[in-house]
């Protein structure tokens, strides 16, 4: 891309832009009508700037940012502005003010890039505007092809012309569900009305603008701008508002209705206790110690959704958790191991440096800690738990051989482990992870923590 800033220099006084900042892109470029045109549709709509978070991915209109200082801006990865934007409109109806509009500012590379999470946006109908600037090729990185361009389309990577026909992107969306869906043309003098009721949408809204990169397009193809409307009719994509309906409700509101107030869900939220009162305790207990905890087993025995619950009951009492798991590529055999951090700290890191306890339940998995050396981390503090059939290599001065697999099943072997482990140290109340095991996995048969228990006292008293 060349941009030659002494070709233009155009003050711009509109109400959300930057005061003074100088439009970057190439003389007569699509994407300063498209910017210019946004800028009056926020100011139509009269949106509290905090309210409003431009998306931009990659490729010349994610220059945008720098345009708008007066409102959110977030710049992305190429073709994944449509993902970060969707988990921000989220994130605001579900846990903020609910006001939030939230634009994507993408290009036609981006958008083939990215294209399923358009498509993903749309079937949420998450209330995120989707604004794609479409000059049918890549313009940043030098006029290549995009799935946009045009049949006969000259272009770096098509010198001959295309031969491959255009994504018909507003089709795409409609065909995901999407209820706003509009095609335009950047001079269109109703671009501004279009942008204003796609933002106010409430739900996914999309508008493709048909633009010029005048940089690589127009010379190689002999355009100007009144070639846009003939191109898009030569290939049938119809052009004007194609879509407006609203018998969808936005993501938020099907989500707050069917899932937050679902039965099981208030019963989770109803089960966090005092986070305050157990951080204290458990600050007194380990400092300010991050309890780095490895599980390990054979797959399909349910080791690490053993961990899982862990980590839940963990965070119920208001801890920061990880989990990180592990197994071979071929599910269903081998090892299976799970590294968890419980701390009452915000974590970092999610690496094991200095591990608190291992729980090992069969022999893949004291192989698969053999291998990747996990012993080496280990300190004379470090509680090992395993099964009776094994042979650590090693010695602590907290060494725990059980009858797991014996006395629990292969299947919980790592749940017992996991329960002598939270006796033994007591790091929150035992109670809240005997209510999660049998949520997750029936009834949880006492006996086990019993007899294992029972076995460690006779043990710690020889
Ligand atoms: S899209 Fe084309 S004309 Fe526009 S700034 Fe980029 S290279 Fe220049
Ligand atoms: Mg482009």
Redesign the pocket.
């Known amino acids: 891309?060349?941009?030659d800033l002494s070709q233009i220099n155009i003050e711009i006084e509109c109400t959300y832009m930057t005061k003074g900042a100088v439009m970057?892109?190439?003389?007569?470029?699509?994407?300063t009508h498209i910017l210019r045109k946004l800028d009056e549709a926020l100011i139509k709509l009269n949106l509290n700037p905090h309210d409003v978070c431009l998306v931009t991915d990659i490729?010349?209109?994610g220059?945008a940012d720098y345009l708008f200082d007066k409102v959110h801006t977030v710049h992305t990865t190429h073709g994944r502005s449509t993902a970060f934007a969707t988990g921000i409109a989220l994130a605001d109806k579900v846990l903020s003010t609910k006001n939030l509009k939230t634009i994507v500012l993408i290009?036609d590379g981006g958008a083939m890039i990215g294209l399923l999470h358009i498509v993903n946006a749309a079937l949420l109908n998450t209330d995120v505007t989707v604004i794609v600037?479409n000059?049918f090729?890549f313009?940043?990185t030098g006029?290549q092809q995009s799935s946009f361009s045009p049949l006969e389309f000259i272009t770096q990577t098509s010198p001959y012309g295309n031969i491959i026909p255009p994504l018909d992107l507003c089709k795409v969306a409609m065909s995901s569900k999407a209820q706003f869906v509009a095609r335009k043309i950047s001079t269109d003098k109703d671009l501004v009305d279009v942008f204003a009721d796609a933002i106010s949408y409430d739900g996914f809204s999309i508008v493709e603008v048909l633009e010029?990169?005048?940089?690589?397009?127009v010379e190689k193809n002999k355009l100007t701008g009144k070639d846009l409307q003939r191109i898009a009719e030569e290939h049938d994509h119809h052009l004007g508002i194609l879509e407006n309906r609203k018998t969808r409700s936005e993501f938020s509101l099907e989500y707050s209705e069917k899932i937050l107030s679902n039965k099981k869900t208030l019963d989770l939220f109803n089960n966090f206790i005092n986070a305050e009162n157990l951080e204290i305790d458990f600050t007194k207990k380990f400092g300010k110690e991050k309890l780095e905890i490895i599980i390990a087993g054979s797959a399909g025995e349910k080791v690490q959704s053993s961990a899982a619950i862990l980590c839940q009951v963990a965070a119920q009492s208001g801890f920061f958790i990880t989990q990180k798991n592990d197994n071979p590529v071929t599910q269903g055999s081998g090892f299976s191991l799970s590294e968890v951090i419980i701390s009452s700290e915000e974590i970092f890191y999610t690496g094991v440096d200095n591990p608190f306890a291992f729980i090992i339940v069969s022999s893949d998995a004291l192989n698969e800690i053999i291998s990747q050396r996990l012993f080496e981390k280990v300190n004379k503090n470090t509680i090992i738990i395993y099964d009776e059939s094994l042979e650590i290599p090693i010695k602590t001065e907290k060494m725990y051989s059980l009858p797991l697999r014996r006395v629990c099943s292969p299947n919980k072997a790592a749940l017992g482990g996991i329960d002598v482990l939270l006796n033994l140290t007591e790091p929150f109340p035992l109670q809240l992870f005997y209510s999660e095991i049998e949520k997750r996995f029936g009834k949880y048969d006492a006996l086990y923590k019993d007899n294992l228990i029972k076995i460690l006292t006779e043990k710690s008293t020889k």
């Open positions: 891309m060349r941009h970057p892109f190439c003389k007569g470029c699509g994407h490729g010349c209109i220059l290009g600037a000059n090729l313009g940043m006029g010029l990169c005048t940089e690589y397009a």
